[in-house]
């Protein structure tokens, strides 16, 4: 599985060249989540899928384009005439099951569990909690790619008058959500914290790392992995 980071700036003004784009993982150069740019839909993806509609994860929110000749995917409807995901969907050799979690209390949120071949990759989107009954059915993952507005521990989590949590999850927090599952991590959608001094951010992530036991990649726009 190739997985290629398209951008890894969250919902702030863009400082560092970097970490210049909105969301977007591109998935064996043809499956895509999230759509934080216009210019990803250069990439002629014909699957897209959106974690949620906040407009640094689905550029349309704030700009509506056409989206004809493409397949989005998203959890809940918007003026464009999107498909619910609710259940798996195979695109090719590629397996993407949408999974429900809790970030806003305006939108409707899900991670995607990809998988290809023996291959199992965790997209998050942003996420301040996963309930146990669907982490538990999560299995061995080959990484989580993940968020990182926030570095400190409790990350920025409120709740709602039904009191059902909402905002992003630290990234201590994070990893302690799914350590049990995989020990490689892959960072993007950076907040504020990391740009105030890049050099010493990586530390304070390389530092968390050995903490936890665990691999944390700092990913930048336009990094590539193979899986
Ligand atoms: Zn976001
Ligand atoms: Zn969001």
Same mark, same amino acid.
């Given at each position: +599985? %190739?997985?290629?980071?398209l951008g #890894? ?5 863009? =400082? ?5 784009n909105h969301?977007g993982? /591109?998935? !064996?150069? *043809?499956?895509l &989540?999230d759509l934080g740019e216009a210019k990803f839909l250069r990439r %002629?993806s014909?699957?897209i ?6 407009p640094d994860?689905a550029v349309f929110v704030r700009n509506p384009m056409a989206l =004809?000749?493409v ?10 005439? @999107? ?6 969907? #195979? ?9 429900? #979690?809790?970030?806003? =209390? *305006? ?22 909690? +996963? !309930? ?16 990182? =507005? ?9 709740? !709602?008058?039904? $009191? ?5 999850? $630290? ?15 892959? /960072?993007?959608? &950076?907040?504020?914290? @990391? @740009?105030? !001094? ?10 968390? $790392? ?12 336009? +990094? #590539?992995?193979? +899986?």
């Open positions: +599985m %190739k997985i290629e980071i #890894t700036r969250g919902e702030i003004p863009a =400082s560092a060249p970097r970490y210049r969301s993982v /591109l998935v !064996d150069g *043809k499956i &989540f %002629k014909k699957n899928f959106i974690t949620h509609l906040h994860h =004809s000749d397949h989005v995917y998203a959890p809940e409807q918007s003026r464009s005439p @999107f498909i619910t995901i609710a259940k798996p969907v #195979t695109i090719g050799a590629c397996r993407v099951r949408p999974i429900p #979690t809790h970030h806003s =209390s *305006k939108v409707k949120s899900c991670a995607y569990l990809i998988e290809s071949g023996q291959k199992r990759v965790l997209y998050t989107g942003d996420i301040v909690w +996963m !309930d146990k009954k669907y982490r538990s059915r999560l299995g061995r993952l080959d990484c989580v790619v993940t968020e990182a =507005s926030y570095v400190r521990e409790g990350g920025l989590v409120r709740r !709602d008058k039904t $009191g059902r949590l909402y905002g992003h999850a $630290g990234i201590p927090n994070i990893i302690r959500m799914f350590e049990s599952h995989t020990n490689k991590f892959i /960072l993007t959608h &950076f907040g504020s914290w @990391f @740009f105030k !001094d890049v050099k010493g951010s990586h530390k304070r992530i390389a530092a968390l $790392g050995e903490k936890y036991g665990v691999k944390l990649i700092v990913a930048h726009d336009g +990094m #590539t992995f193979t +899986m």
